[in-house]
């Protein structure tokens, strides 16, 4: 009779902490963690790649409060991209890459570009990024239904506009908004072309969420889930192109040859996007993850209240156990 060594295992709800004395207040608690050698994240929250979890609005609702959202898989490589430009472009200290339109384009496009990014107004530019004008809610406020295929030009606010110049700091902007009475900034070079947006709901937000996950630009932080199918790569580049902050190649088996060489060929192609493998639940698979360039390994196999890959496959490692193990390498 063959017989194995069986090793004790525990998972959260096994243990408890051991009180000890601080003196440390609850409001100077600092919980702030890396998820990746290069982002930082302010909760220790990240939410779950899974379709009835994170879309762009929890992905938003987390970074704000300090944690990172992991956009799920299961649409479109475009929808996918789309989900991940909405958290992008949710809030910024300066939107580098505002959303325009031409001023020939038509109210009804206008409108449902403002829809999609759930904006309030988009620039005007001409064929060289010239700012010309500016659409806002308050423009189309009494529109008909029978203007709706009319140029932009019409009902746009023209030019000279209140704008401000590359490299206006964020006091100056509050400054200029504020004497002005206006809620949006275009910001241009010496030449009137765009290069960026500055608005006071983005400053609101900025101080109501002062906790926030963010990226260099001001920009919330959100990741991607990726699979190990044919279309992989091109939904990589597609993520990448949406300003994507993180790529999570999950899969409910990460410890497997289909998942290094996903990692390794997206670190070797991109090198300057942090990637995560998973899942796995042994030091043996962290350490492949490791080795294969990633930058984050996602630890847990079935430890889910609703999860049934251990009941159904019988597989699994109790998850204080397999946190421990990938620690160790």
Same mark, same amino acid.
């Given at each position: 009779?063959?017989?194995?060594?069986?090793?004790?295992?525990?998972?959260?709800?096994?243990?408890?902490?051991?009180?000890?004395?601080?003196?440390?207040?609850?409001?100077?608690?600092?919980?702030?963690?890396?998820?990746?050698?290069?982002?930082?994240?302010?909760?220790?929250?990240?939410?779950?790649?899974?379709?009835?979890?994170?879309?762009?609005?929890?992905?938003?609702?987390?970074?704000?409060?300090?944690?990172?959202?992991?956009?799920?898989?299961?649409?479109?490589?475009?929808?996918?991209?789309?989900?991940?430009?909405?958290?992008?472009?949710?809030?910024?200290?300066?939107?580098?890459?505002?959303?325009?339109?031409?001023?020939?384009? %038509?109210?009804? @496009? +206008?409108?449902? =570009?403002?829809?999609?990014? $759930?904006?309030?107004?988009? #620039? !005007? /530019? *001409?064929? &060289?990024?010239?700012?010309?004008?500016?659409?806002?809610?308050?423009?189309?406020?009494?529109?008909?239904?029978?203007?709706?295929?009319?140029?932009?030009?019409?009902?746009?606010?023209?030019?000279?506009?209140?704008?401000?110049?590359?490299?206006? %700091?964020?006091? @100056? +902007?509050?400054? =200029?908004?504020?004497?002005? $009475?206006?809620?949006?900034? #275009? !910001? /241009? *070079?010496? &030449?009137?072309?765009?290069?960026?947006?500055?608005?006071?709901?983005?400053?609101?937000?900025?101080?109501?969420?002062?906790?926030?996950?963010?990226?260099?630009?001001?920009?919330?932080?959100?990741?991607?889930?990726?699979?190990?199918?044919?279309?992989?790569?091109?939904?990589?580049?597609?993520?990448?192109?949406?300003?994507?902050?993180?790529?999570?190649?999950?899969?409910?088996?990460?410890?497997?040859?289909?998942?290094?060489?996903?990692?390794?060929?997206?670190?070797?192609?991109?090198?300057?996007?942090?990637?995560?493998?998973?899942?796995?639940?042994?030091?043996?698979?962290?350490?492949?993850?490791?080795?294969?360039?990633?930058?984050?390994?996602?630890?847990?196999?079935?430890?889910?209240?609703?999860?049934?890959?251990?009941?159904?496959?019988?597989?699994?490692?109790?998850?204080?156990?397999?946190?421990?193990?990938?620690?160790?390498?």
């Amino acid at each position: 009779m063959l017989t194995f060594p069986i090793e004790e295992a525990l998972t959260f709800d096994d243990v408890l902490l051991l009180p000890q004395k601080s003196d440390v207040l609850p409001h100077e608690t600092d919980v702030s963690s890396y998820l990746t050698p290069n982002i930082k994240v302010n909760i220790p929250l990240v939410s779950a790649a899974m379709d009835t979890v994170t879309e762009h609005r929890l992905a938003i609702a987390l970074a704000r409060e300090g944690g990172i959202g992991i956009i799920h898989r299961n649409m479109s490589i475009e929808d996918q991209m789309r989900e991940v430009e909405k958290v992008k472009k949710a809030e910024s200290g300066m939107i580098t890459d505002p959303i325009t339109i031409r001023p020939n384009q %038509s109210v009804k @496009e +206008a409108l449902e =570009i403002m829809s999609i990014y $759930k904006i309030s107004g988009v #620039p !005007v /530019v *001409d064929e &060289e990024n010239k700012l010309v004008g500016i659409l806002t809610n308050r423009d189309l406020r009494f529109i008909h239904k029978k203007d709706y295929e009319k140029p932009v030009y019409e009902f746009m606010t023209k030019a000279p506009l209140v704008t401000a110049k590359e490299g206006i %700091s964020l006091d @100056e +902007a509050i400054d =200029i908004l504020q004497k002005h $009475k206006v809620e949006k900034l #275009p !910001v /241009v *070079d010496d &030449e009137g072309r765009l290069k960026g947006l500055i608005t006071i709901k983005d400053i609101v937000k900025r101080k109501k969420y002062p906790n926030a996950c963010k990226d260099s630009a001001g920009r919330l932080r959100v990741g991607a889930a990726v699979g190990v199918g044919p279309d992989t790569m091109e939904r990589v580049k597609a993520l990448i192109s949406a300003k994507v902050d993180v790529i999570v190649v999950d899969t409910a088996h990460g410890h497997s040859v289909r998942v290094l060489e996903t990692v390794e060929k997206i670190k070797g192609e991109f090198p300057q996007v942090d990637v995560i493998g998973g899942n796995v639940a042994t030091a043996e698979a962290a350490e492949d993850l490791i080795k294969a360039g990633a930058d984050g390994v996602k630890v847990g196999i079935g430890p889910g209240s609703i999860c049934t890959t251990r009941i159904v496959a019988g597989i699994g490692v109790p998850q204080i156990t397999a946190i421990s193990k990938c620690a160790e390498v």
